[in-house]
């Protein structure tokens, strides 16, 4: 006999019966059984907003219950759990193994599951469900974080996390000082030492799937408490947090830096939840933009719970619609962030074409972004690093000047009409910086590992911007410092000499890499292999004063240097303009005809391609993407050109 009362209909799902007022949702009532055997459930339904209002008592839900965040997995593979003893209903097998752990043997679990409580096959269901999604996970006692079957090296993970909250417990003021400064070894905390591949463990272990999703972000983030499973192994959330922010602050992270990009990426989407910072609806996008998504128009729905305060035109076009497609959501998105910011922020966001890395983005127009495509390339905004004490963003760039965006459109909303001056055009382009993608596995010697397959491009990079070119750059500045200004899109850490000091610092521990190159030894396992030949003959002291790698040990380390110098400079080109400008663009950039532009209300120069004249004589152009110009980024040309914008149509 089930302990909640029945409202499953020998059909359907009864969903909105007996609920006039409020948000009726499903449950599901998991019922208890042994492993082995088939399982069991039942449906209920509930009022989301079922509480006390008279007074001040409390608002609390009608019924308890636990909400399951995971992921779908494939579609293909799907097995069979009961409603009501006789329904069959298919699920896939990754939910079928989570439903499986998490069944007791002796009593029901209530839970709330998307896949089975929401009817997916009603898009208008969909649109009424998924809207309130962000309610359902802050409103349940506890929401269930399923990672998945567990394996050999899962379950040393989970250990070996154990072991790391013991020693937290256990440390002491100094022993945390320590681990802060990279001077404790792991082995005096009763830890594998840092050379043990028990640590990749861990990092293996948020690689998994589940940290790669965009539902998960707002599931975690709205979360009252969380706990981790997978198979057998639990953790809470908040020791789950801790074990890696042990990592992080001892150093061990830099044996597989990429490693915990989503991991981190969702830490913080959860405090600045936990914080209620106000979060622009562009900038929350643009964060979560590597996040995955089988449904395309989840990329701006799995994000709508995120966003504070929430009254604004961006937020609302935010709003599930299932029955519109993805590009028309995308373009309406767009169009309503344009109107509300009074900015052209969302034309920084980064453009991509059929290839290889992305074989099927969606036909859109060259200035709405296609956030279906997980792309790698960080906004030369870095909003994140200048908001102010109210989580207000404070854009650092004005190329633009003061001036406001007044955009219009044609009948069909596929193109836009922005006043805009062309300033420049681009002379000569250098090749794309990227890196590769298994250096997690070689990472141990930090900016050595990380540089090495760079050190052709970096070298063309540098002829480029200074090597054949040693006149004074038209602001009257040296090329070199100019180069590294904008390698780091403009970015300064404390003040100019000190960030003058960083780089090249940076730039003498490439010696060794640059001789590799040289006589053509230039691969990873090379270098992993000498350093740890060097390391183990001579003593390591030695063998860092050899490759100018002591330094890393001053006050301002090499390694801290090149996140900043990675996170612009990744999938962009270093160009040189037709007046002798030097920048950093986007990798799409071709070196015949592209033109630097400014447009009203544009915090950065746009690249964009002449695409002709229509039948009115209008001018059309496409987009390539925003850029970064060393000299011109505060206003500096924008009183040059100021009577002299037009209206020019991007398509």
């Not at 799902?13 to 055997?37: N, Q, S, T, V, W």
């Not at 990472?443 to 200074?466: G, I, M, T």
């Not at 410092?481 to 610092?505: C, H, K, P, S």
Request: glycine share 6%; proline share 5%.
């Amino acid at each position: 006999m089930s302990i909640y009362q029945d409202s499953l209909t020998t059909e359907s799902f009864a969903l909105y019966g007996g609920c006039a007022h409020g948000i009726p949702i499903r449950l599901l009532e998991l019922l208890p059984d042994e492993r082995c055997k088939p399982i069991r459930c039942r449906i209920h339904y509930t009022n989301l907003i079922h509480y006390t209002t008279t007074g001040n008592q409390s608002r609390e839900p009608f019924l308890k219950y636990e909400a399951l965040s995971y992921c779908w997995g494939d579609n293909s593979t799907r097995k069979s759990i009961f409603l009501k003893d006789t329904i069959s209903f298919d699920v896939t097998a990754n939910l079928h193994s989570a439903l499986e752990h998490i069944r007791d043997i002796s009593s029901s679990k209530l839970l709330w599951v998307d896949s089975i409580c929401i009817n997916q096959s009603d898009a208008q269901e969909k649109n009424q469900q998924v809207a309130v999604m962000q309610h359902i996970y802050t409103r349940a006692d506890t929401v269930l974080i399923w990672l998945g079957q567990a394996d050999q090296d899962s379950r040393a993970a989970f250990i070996l996390a154990q072991d790391v909250l013991r020693a937290n417990a256990s440390m002491s003021p100094s022993d945390l000082l320590g681990a802060i400064r990279g001077m404790r070894e792991p082995e005096r905390l009763g830890l594998p030492p840092a050379s043990s591949p028990l640590w990749y463990d861990l990092f293996a272990l948020i690689q998994r799937p589940w940290f790669k999703r965009a539902w998960v972000v707002q599931e975690l983030a709205t979360a009252s408490q969380a706990i981790v499973m997978c198979g057998n192994d639990r953790l809470s959330w908040d020791d789950f947090h801790s074990v890696y922010d042990y990592l992080l602050v001892s150093g061990l992270t830099s044996r597989a830096p990429f490693a915990f990009n989503n991991f981190m990426t969702l830490c913080h989407a959860r405090r600045l939840e936990k914080l209620k910072t106000p979060q622009n609806t562009l900038h929350v996008l643009v964060r979560h933009q590597q996040a995955l998504a089988s449904d395309s128009r989840d990329k701006i729905f799995a994000f709508r719970g995120l966003i504070h305060p929430h009254p604004d035109e961006a937020h609302r076009a935010m709003s599930p619609d299932y029955i519109s497609s993805a590009q028309r959501i995308y373009i309406d998105f767009a169009i309503e962030t344009i109107r509300n910011d009074h900015n052209l922020d969302i034309l920084s966001v980064s453009r991509v074409r059929p290839g290889n890395d992305h074989p099927t983005p969606l036909s859109l127009p060259s200035w709405v972004p296609d956030w279906s495509v997980s792309d790698q390339v960080s906004s030369l905004q870095a909003w994140e690093n200048y908001s102010d004490s109210e989580g207000v963003i404070r854009t650092r760039f004005a190329a633009a000047g003061s001036t406001v965006c007044d955009p219009v459109y044609d009948e069909d909303r596929s193109r836009i009409g922005l006043q805009g001056v062309v300033v420049d055009r681009i002379s000569l382009v250098g090749p794309e910086c990227s890196f590769v993608s298994d250096q997690d596995k070689f990472s141990q010697f930090n900016d050595s590992a990380f540089s090495l397959p760079d050190q052709k491009v970096l070298r063309r990079w540098e002829d480029l911007a200074y090597r054949r070119n040693p006149a004074k750059y038209p602001t009257g500045e040296g090329r070199k410092d100019v180069y590294w200004q904008t390698l780091m899109a403009g970015t300064i850490y404390e003040n100019f000499e000190t960030t003058r000091n960083m780089f090249l610092l940076w730039d003498q521990s490439m010696a060794f890499p640059r001789l590799l190159h040289f006589v053509g030894l230039d691969y990873i396992w090379f270098m992993y292999i000498v350093q740890y030949l060097m390391a183990k003959i001579c003593s390591l002291a030695f063998f860092l004063s050899c490759t100018n790698a002591a330094k890393d040990l001053g006050t301002h380390r090499p390694k801290t240097l090149w996140p900043s110098l990675q996170s612009p400079m990744l999938h962009r080109r270093i160009f040189t303009t037709k007046t002798g400008l030097l920048g950093l663009g986007p990798k799409l950039m071709g070196q015949d005809g592209d033109l630097i532009t400014l447009f009203k209300g544009g915090a950065l120069p746009l690249i964009v391609r002449p695409k002709g004249n229509k039948d009115d004589g209008t001018e059309e152009y496409e987009l390539i993407g925003d850029c970064y110009i060393h000299g011109i980024m505060k206003g500096e040309l924008y009183e040059s050109f100021k009577g002299k914008f037009k209206t020019m149509w991007l398509v």
